[in-house]
Nanobody, 115 residues
Framework: QVQLVESGGGLVQPGGSLRLSCSASGSIFSINAMGWYRQAPGKERELVAQVSSGGATNYADSVKGRFTISMDNAKKTGYLQMNSLKPDDTSVYYC?????????WGKGTLVTVSS
């Protein structure tokens, strides 16, 4: 069984920063891709950013230039550095890991941007 644990969420003022982490444990040899998604109340889940094992990245237009995704495959851990946060970034953030025979979601971590 593979487990994903997200951390780093919390309350931050507009303009502030947070760093989310997603750690995978269990029977996983190598991560092919990792993505961060978010879902605000009453809205659909949306892709925020994704990174492949080769380092290719993709970002939602709304976070380009503010968020940075990275992954350390040796540690089976990925990160989402979020800068210049806005109230509209308030959501539950979910990590998703894709590997051989695996497509796993984390339980989510809440990010609240408010003064």
């Amino acid at each position: 069984q593979v487990q994903l644990v997200e951390s780093g969420g919390g309350l931050v003022q507009p303009g502030g920063s947070l760093r989310l982490s997603c750690s995978a444990s269990g029977s996983i040899f190598s991560i092919n891709a990792m993505g961060w998604y978010r879902q605000a109340p009453g809205k659909e889940r949306e892709l925020v950013a994704q990174v492949s094992s080769g380092g290719a990245t993709n970002y939602a237009d709304s976070v380009k230039g503010r968020f940075t995704i990275s992954m350390d495959n040796a540690k089976k851990t990925g990160y989402l550095q979020m800068n210049s946060l806005k109230p509209d970034d308030t959501s539950v953030y979910y990590c998703r890991v894709v590997a051989y025979n695996l497509d796993k979601w984390g339980k989510g971590t809440l990010v609240t941007v408010s003064s």
